[in-house]
């Protein structure tokens, strides 16, 4: 931006100095000249107007320069030094003269001395350029400008100074027109922002206008919350408690009856106990009255419907082949809340409805179980005659075998227990299938039936009074129970008429009678732990069949074994000799009655193993086995040798011993010890 100082440069229009005081603006001062070069100075570029840094003229006029020139602001006696002083004003020189009282003229006239020699010696054109180092014109006069001598400035020092400036204003009088064009555009830009920062003000009175409007409203609306929570609070409890969803209300009226069905129906059951509660007390609400008409038509909807699909429900049971438990436990008590419901609402369709279950109930088992029961006297029964007792005769006991022969029974062994002890320890709970037993040839013996029908009967009670004790639970125990004999009353007729059936005469089988007692005993243990106490009188009923009939059995083989007694007269040829041969007086091998007494013996010994003592099991076998050794009491009379009547009684007990000597029991043990002490009592007198 700073141009070439040659004087060719200088602007005409630049006032001359004083007339009196030569002058020449090519002169250089004193305090400068160790700045300048031998070289001419070179033109510097200019810099962006925008960007000048012609500090010394910073606070020039913004006034347009094309009018009547101004001084530099700051620089008014440099400007009269420059001009021609007026003819009535003294010379400045002189007043300061006057002043300090000293003579300026010397120092002035060295001054131009010097001036005039430096400019003999150093050319103006000759002059370099200052290298201002990319300085301001104040930045390079304030550091790199020489210090100024102490001394107080001369008025030439001033005028010379005076006179560099204005021309130099000349020179950059471009530069200031620019500057001036920069800074009037530099207005127009702070003008036009001015604008913008005054609407933006403006805008944001408003918007502070519009804040301070949402804060009072947001503050109403607070308050307004605050208002409705507490009210809601307060008044939330009492609507939801006479509230009901529409959903709520389609779904009774038309939805199917399913798990969302009964949600909905215990929806409606606690909004009408809760507008009932509050119909009874002192403070009516008038919009629960309003209500209890409309929720009252909806619970007897409900109850139409519940009673729709319970009968439909028990007709159903009626089908044939349907399995009952399938609909009880797969929809009766998947939907249980359904009759309690009706219970509360409509107790005499509730029992209607209970009744006509009932009575299909009882149907169904009854019907199934004849049929069943059909299907088990199909069964081939080995039949225990009164000839197959302990004391018979060998010729009964051959008849009887031709009997059995031409009826097509099988061969069977009426004293012993052989497999039949399986039936009772077997820890399968499948009842025989009807379809089998109808087809089935083979012969059984009675525990065969028994175990089939009464083990069916005890599944079928269980699940059944497990089904009334969760879909009417609400109604108590004992009305269960009720409900419970009502249904199966007539199949525990029909279970117990089997039992006498089978028991009954002709035959007079101890040993099954005994495992239908343990069977019962463990139907019974069975119950109890599946926690049905109902069927408990079926179990009594059928046990007070079964004793008695084993004591009868049993007084039968006592009996038999007591007219033995008395059919031995002297030497008799009976069949109940000891042997058949010429000398059966002189044998003192065991008697066949013995082989068939311990075989009956170990057999019941078994099968009470884990009797208790209040049974009447010991009392029968105590009572045969003091007819069994009455028996060979009066059979060792017929040997007359004592030495051989007592091997006699030794014989006889040794193998009642060998064949009962490994039963288990406390029983067992007690006749085990008596038959020992016997057969020790007739060793030793050996």
Not at 545 to 567: T, V
Not at 632 to 643: P, T, W
Request: charged fraction near 25%; glycine fraction near 4%.
């Amino acid at each position: 931006m700073w141009l070439n100082r040659s004087p060719a440069q200088t602007p005409s229009s630049s006032s001359p100095p004083p007339r009196d005081r030569p002058y020449s603006p090519a002169t250089v001062s004193p305090r400068r000249s160790n700045h300048l070069t031998p070289n001419p100075l070179p033109q510097r570029p200019g810099l962006p107007s925008r960007a000048s840094s012609l500090s010394l003229i910073s606070n020039v006029s913004t006034e347009n320069l094309h009018g009547p020139r101004r001084a530099p602001n700051g620089s008014s006696l440099k400007h009269e030094l420059s001009i021609s002083p007026s003819l009535n004003v003294s010379n400045p020189l002189e007043v300061l003269e006057g002043i300090l009282g000293t003579s300026l003229r010397k120092d002035e006239d060295e001054d131009e001395g010097k001036r005039g020699r430096m400019k003999k010696a150093a050319p103006l054109e000759q002059v370099q350029d200052v290298d201002f180092g990319g300085l301001s014109l104040q930045e390079f006069a304030a550091q790199g400008r020489p210090a100024r001598p102490s001394r107080p400035r001369t008025s030439t020092e001033a005028y010379v100074d005076s006179a560099h400036t204005i021309s130099g204003f000349e020179k950059e009088r471009d530069n200031f027109e620019e500057l001036h064009r920069s800074i009037l555009a530099c207005d127009d830009v702070l003008k036009s922002v001015e604008t913008y920062l005054m609407s933006f003000q403006k805008d944001l009175g408003t918007v502070s206008a519009e804040i301070e409007t949402l804060q009072t409203r947001s503050t109403t609306l607070n308050t307004k919350m605050e208002n409705r929570k507490r009210v809601e609070k307060v008044l939330g409890p009492a609507v939801e408690d006479v509230v009901l969803s529409p959903v709520v209300v389609k779904k009774i009226n038309e939805g199917p009856i399913d798990e969302a069905w009964v949600k909905a129906l215990d929806e409606v059951e606690r909004r009408f106990r809760i507008i009932e509660g509050k119909s009874k007390d002192d403070k009516r609400i008038l919009a629960a009255d309003d209500l209890r008409p409309l929720l009252e038509n909806l619970v007897n909807k409900a109850i139409e419907r519940i009673r729709d699909y319970l009968v439909a429900q028990i007709k159903a049971l009626r089908s044939p082949n349907m399995n009952a438990q399938i609909i009880q436990q797969q929809v009766l008590l998947k939907h249980k809340d359904v009759y309690p419901f009706l219970l509360r609402h409509q107790p005499q369709l509730a029992e209607d409805i209970s009744q006509a279950y009932i009575n299909t109930m009882r149907w169904y088992y009854l019907n199934n179980f004849t049929r069943y029961k059909a299907s088990l006297d199909k069964l081939k029964i080995h039949i225990i005659s009164a000839q197959e007792v302990i004391g018979s005769d060998e010729s009964g006991k051959k008849s009887n075998a031709a009997a059995n022969a031409r009826i097509g029974s099988a061969p069977h062994d009426a004293f012993s227990l052989g497999r039949r002890m399986d039936t009772v320890k077997t820890h399968s709970h499948a009842a025989l299938p009807s379809h089998i037993a109808e087809e089935d040839q083979s012969t059984h013996f009675l525990e065969v039936s028994f175990r089939s029908f009464n083990l069916a009967l005890i599944d079928n009670a269980s699940a059944e009074f497990s089904f009334l004790t969760e879909f009417f639970a609400k109604q108590g125990f004992h009305a269960i129970t009720r409900r419970f004999n009502a249904i199966f009353s007539p199949t525990f007729e029909l279970g117990q008429s089997l039992t006498r059936q089978l028991i009954s005469d002709p035959n007079i089988d101890a040993l099954g009678v005994l495992i239908c007692v343990r069977l019962n005993q463990a139907f019974a243990f069975e119950l109890q732990r599946r926690k049905v106490p109902a069927v408990e009188g079926y179990i009594n009923g059928t046990n007070m069949l079964l004793w008695p009939r084993f004591q009868k059995n049993m007084d039968m083989h006592c009996e038999s074994i007591r007219r033995a007694i008395s059919s031995i007269s002297g030497r008799s040829t009976s069949a109940l000799a000891l042997t058949s041969n010429a000398q059966g007086s002189t044998s003192t091998a065991p008697h066949p009655l013995t082989q068939r007494f311990a075989n009956f013996t170990q057999a019941i010994l078994a099968l009470s193993s884990e009797a208790g003592d209040d049974e009447p099991v010991s009392n029968s076998l105590g009572r045969l086995r003091t007819d069994f050794e009455a028996f060979l009491a009066k059979m060792s009379k017929g040997v007359a040798d004592a030495r051989k009547r007592e091997r006699f009684f030794a014989n006889n007990y040794s193998l009642v011993l060998t064949i009962i000597g490994d039963t288990p029991g406390k029983l067992a043990d007690e006749v085990r010890g008596h038959f020992e002490e016997m057969k020790e009592t007739y060793s030793e007198t050996r």
